[in-house]
């Protein structure tokens, strides 16, 4: 059975309020539920893109699962929980490390996120801080040179199912690097482009009417998240994918010494997130 994309995941808005102090009892930087999803005819890519995740955000919880015959019956958990990166004003931040866009909307208080793709490590997403500097639905896409070999020497591809911007793209400043849909869906979760970021049919859909020309759009790499929730500290881990930390778990204690956070943190349970890397928010407030 083939799972129709959905609205039940990450294309929602969340409410999140940031801290105003290190251990703030009232900020709200984690959003999302956990979900249970019970196995059908599916395969782990149509159970992704339902729930509008990535590929990578379930495997991380299942990497001995057959993405194409998970076991029919069996309940899994559904990760559609996330620590919001860091980030206060309006504007896009992509997390390469997690493969996930935030679209923050302060003036309403929301924040709307969706699963990526992303460059391959020969050819990485660039990391900075951007505007966005063009809006274009149905665009034709100018092959680079280094690519025209293995589109058998065209210089273009024109609008429709064969253009692998899909159907929207929303330009960055500094570049040929851009935000856009994708003619391979699967692609969603996985390091397969030549720097852009990738986002489903659907999901580009959505964003592109809400992104103006302007806005900032800051990419960074956090393997690493802290978040807080109702006066209790949560992390989030996700493997080093391009591979720039010499030791994940030095840089995730780094970071909780260096953002104060340390005294309210079960060091036993973060030594454990640190080296489980499950990519979900796992609470390691200290009791």
Not at 73 to 96: A, Q
Not at 114 to 129: A, L, N
Not at 233 to 258: K, M, N
């Amino acid at each position: 059975m083939l799972l129709l994309p959905s609205s039940l995941g990450a294309s929602g808005a969340y409410p999140y309020r940031m801290p105003t102090e290190v251990f703030d009892p009232n900020a709200d930087t984690v959003i999302g539920t956990m979900r249970q999803y019970r196995v059908k005819e599916d395969t782990m890519l149509d159970i992704a893109r339902h729930f509008d995740l990535g590929y990578n955000e379930l495997m991380l919880l299942y990497p001995e699962v057959d993405p194409w015959l998970p076991p029919g019956g069996e309940v899994l958990r559904i990760p559609t929980r996330w620590v919001l990166p860091l980030f206060d004003k309006r504007g896009i931040v992509i997390n390469v490390a997690e493969l996930r866009l935030y679209l923050f909307l302060p003036e309403i208080g929301l924040v709307k996120t969706y699963p990526i793709g992303i460059g391959v490590r020969e050819h990485p997403t660039p990391f900075g801080t951007f505007k966005v500097v063009d809006k274009e639905k149905d665009p034709t896409w100018d092959i680079p040179p280094s690519l025209r070999a293995e589109f058998g020497g065209r210089l273009q591809i024109p609008p429709g199912p064969e253009n692998p911007l899909g159907a929207y793209w929303i330009g960055l400043s500094g570049g040929s690097y851009g935000i856009h849909g994708t003619n391979s869906p699967w692609g969603i979760g996985r390091l397969v482009s030549h720097g852009c970021i990738r986002l489903y049919p659907e999901d580009i859909e959505r964003l592109f009417p809400l992104v103006e020309l302007g806005m900032p759009v800051k990419i960074v790499y956090e393997p690493v998240k802290f978040g807080l929730e109702r006066g209790k500290v949560y992390v989030e881990v996700h493997p080093d994918i391009y591979h720039r930390c010499q030791d994940l778990t030095a840089h995730g204690v780094d970071l909780a010494l260096s953002s104060g956070l340390m005294p309210y943190i079960n060091l036993p349970s973060l030594l454990r997130a640190l080296k489980e890397k499950e990519g979900i928010p796992v609470d390691v407030t200290r009791r």
